[in-house]
């Protein structure tokens, strides 16, 4: 059994836009169970590598008393689009209560600053516990065994989950990994050089023509590219065609070649792919031995808005 402080008390769900999966749910009447918190919006890779033990958690401790809520709070703007939302939530087979955050009330509440963000809440309403980021999971569900037994539940199930995660939900390969996150409208951004004819690491660069927000870079004709000069296993990219219902295709290469066994989950090995939804888009994952390399994304049609770089 863990030893664990009184953090403060379950702050109040009320301010959602709406809920999934329940109706809306309040720590008063959470009273007497296990209650696990966790913060996330769908296109963060971050939190995507966590959910396959938030559903394996809750799946094993459904009937001892663990309640698991997912707050999606909204990092860009289309995040906040409900058909999105649920989109992502059935693709991901996403059963537990979720919150819709969508003006960070719930987030404020918990005086929040991460995604994933998980706060774990005891049986009389206290959080007991938090963890940011990946990685930790079996300290969490130490923690989840540990709270439901202090609720008095009988024959609490001991031993740790086994996932098998796929795709983006499988962990970075975080030795590997030299290259940071990095958004790409001018707000935020690090390591753009325009005119670039060489790129050292962690650079990037435009080629043809592009507008620039605040929050993402927009292609504006075909064959506008973006080149990343990285150090990673994957190339993750948020992305959103132009409209609803429109799509966009793309071809990415790796040193000026197809991708080949390279390719990620969203292209084949020539690199082709097509952008359809507002998501991330997962580009390369390569074999081992992985090193500094050149990674290119040509659009073959005009207004896609690039937003964001994740490796992993």
């Not at 009320?14 to 309040?26: C, E, R």
């Not at 689009?81 to 991901?92: V, Y």
């Not at 989950?265 to 050149?294: C, F, H, M």
Request: some cysteine; glycine content about 8%.
């Amino acid at each position: 059994m863990l030893t664990l402080p009184v953090e403060g008390t379950f702050p109040a769900l009320g301010g959602a836009v709406t809920w999934f999966n329940s109706k809306p749910l309040t720590p008063v009447e959470l009273r007497g169970k296990v209650v696990l918190v966790e913060f996330w919006t769908y296109t963060c890779v971050n939190w995507l590598r966590t959910l396959p033990y938030e559903q394996a958690w809750a799946e094993k401790y459904k009937d001892h008393g663990l309640v698991v809520i997912g707050v999606h709070t909204p990092e860009f703007s289309f995040e906040k689009d409900l058909d999105n939302i649920q989109r992502a939530m059935k693709a991901l087979d996403i059963t537990f209560p979720v919150a819709v955050d969508s003006n960070y009330t719930i987030w404020n509440a918990f005086d929040n600053n991460y995604w994933p963000a998980m706060y774990f809440i005891d049986a009389q309403g206290r959080i007991r516990h938090h963890h940011y980021g990946e990685a930790g999971y079996d300290e969490s569900e130490h923690v989840i065994q540990t709270l439901l037994a202090e609720a008095g539940n009988k024959n609490v199930p001991q031993g740790l989950v086994s996932v098998h995660p796929h795709g983006l939900e499988v962990a970075a390969d975080w030795p590997d990994v030299q290259s940071p996150e990095n958004y790409l409208g001018s707000e935020r951004t690090t390591g753009f050089v325009p005119h670039a004819t060489v790129l050292r690491l962690n650079e990037w660069t435009l080629i043809g023509e592009w507008s620039l927000r605040k929050d993402a870079v927009v292609s504006e004709k075909v064959g506008a590219r973006i080149q990343y000069r990285f150090h990673a296993r994957d190339v993750n990219l948020i992305m959103s065609p132009p409209a609803r219902g429109a799509t966009v295709r793309f071809r990415v290469l790796l040193d000026g070649k197809p991708p080949g066994d390279a390719h990620g989950g969203d292209t084949n090995a020539d690199g082709y792919g097509t952008a359809s939804e507002q998501g991330t888009y997962q580009l390369i994952r390569q074999p081992k031995p992985i090193v500094e390399r050149t990674f290119e994304i040509e659009f073959l049609d005009p207004g896609v808005a690039a937003y964001d770089f994740i490796f992993g």
